[in-house]
């Protein structure tokens, strides 16, 4: 079974960092980009991060401003998300997606990781 | 960057068609793609390059993309269908994906 587990969320105070992990499983992790996307409280989906297969291309959502990093282990089956100079309004759930075609769209989501800022 | 335009709500009762539209400036020169997201739960893919159904998704589901307009029809909707649906496009002259605002999709 395809599967996305986020990891590594929590309470943060404003200006810290926080490093978000994501295992994947059945399937073969190094044949396919993968994307970072959150959802604030209340709030819609808000594209973050996306990553080609080898990690030779990344693109990022103007809003993060470089204070956040997406990388992989391909030897891991992990992507990473690390987040730095973290701000009340990074509250979210934290969601990896898979790519399906590219960076078309996003066929296989984890459950997502919950990440507070507050002091 | 580009936007798109989704209604906040659409209502319909059981068994009738939902019509769910995203607007965009020549969208239909675009591929969409289509989430269906429940109360507490991660998105799904119901509809990718407009009108593709993944392996899993109902018949009912059904895109459709022209003009300014792509939509998402939900035929003889069911109450399990109630959720917030986000449209979807990769914005290629600037690398960016972008996501509609959502729809809250209620079942009468």
């Known amino acids: 079974e395809v599967h996305l587990e986020e990891s590594g969320g929590g309470l943060v105070q404003p200006g810290g960092s926080l490093r978000l992990s994501c295992a994947a499983s059945?399937?073969?992790?190094?044949?396919?980009?993968m994307n970072w996307v959150r959802q604030a409280p209340g709030k819609g989906l808000e594209w973050l991060s996306y990553?080609?297969?080898?990690?030779?291309?990344?693109y990022y959502a103007d809003s993060m401003e470089g204070r956040f990093t997406i990388s992989r282990d391909n030897a891991k089956n992990s992507l990473y998300l690390q987040m730095s100079s973290l701000r009340v309004e990074d509250t979210a759930v934290y969601y990896c997606?898979?790519?399906?075609?590219?960076?078309?769209?996003?066929?296989?989501w984890g459950k997502g990781t919950t990440v507070t800022v507050s002091s | 960057s580009y936007v798109l335009t989704q209604p906040p709500s659409v209502s319909v009762a059981p068994g009738q068609t939902a019509r769910i539209p995203c607007g965009g400036n020549?969208?239909?020169?675009?591929?969409v793609h289509w989430y269906q997201q429940k109360p507490g739960q991660a998105p799904i893919l119901v509809i990718y390059?407009?009108?593709k159904r993944p392996s899993g998704i109902p018949e009912r589901f059904a895109g459709s993309n022209s003009g300014n307009t792509a939509t998402l029809t939900i035929n003889r909707v069911e109450a399990e269908d109630e959720a917030d649906y986000y449209c979807?496009?990769?914005?290629?002259?600037?690398?960016?994906?972008?996501f509609g605002g959502g729809t809250k999709l209620t079942v009468l």
């Open positions: 059945g399937f073969t992790f190094s044949d396919y980009e």
């Open positions: 390059d407009d009108s």
């Open positions: 990553i080609t297969t080898r990690g030779t291309t990344i």
């Open positions: 979807q496009v990769w914005e290629s002259n600037i690398d960016h994906v972008v």
């Open positions: 020549d969208i239909g020169t675009q591929s």
């Open positions: 997606a898979r790519a399906g075609y590219g960076p078309l769209y996003m066929d296989v």
